[in-house]
């Protein structure tokens, strides 16, 4: 499944994540969870979102340096629904995936 975006005079195709790419996504994740220098993506600031930019640069093709360019930040934000919209299942494991975070920095 694909849905195209016009996105700063661009048409963007935003697919569907496959569950290959999901599960090199969590691998990735988790890798990097690991790093000390772990550093956040602009978009991941920006936005408190589900989807961080990794995902959106898979279901976008844009790369990472892409998404920190001139796109404007209302223009973010719809290329974030759109990615959302195409990937609710995705979304939804990201959101448990947070809660299970905030549940263990509780104890």
């Keep these: ?14 697919k569907q994540l496959t569950m290959a790419e999901i599960r090199k996504f ?10 000390e220098d772990n550093k956040a993506h602009v978009l991941d600031m920006l936005f408190d ?11 976008t093709g844009l790369s990472m340096d892409e998404l920190g360019g001139s796109f ?26 947070i809660e299970a975070g905030r549940q263990l920095n509780k104890t």
């Excluded at 499944?1 to 935003?14: C, E």
């Excluded at 404007?72 to 995705?90: G, I, Y």
């Design 49 to 59: 979102d589900p989807v961080p930019a990794a995902a959106v640069s898979i279901a």
């Design 72 to 97: 404007s930040q209302d223009e973010m934000r719809e290329l974030l629904d759109k990615v959302k919209a195409v990937n609710p299942f995705f979304v939804g494991m990201m959101e448990r995936l």
């Design 1 to 14: 499944m694909s849905d195209p975006v016009k996105i700063a005079s661009r048409d963007i195709s935003v």
């Design 26 to 35: 969590v691998a990735a994740m988790q890798a990097e969870a690991e790093k």
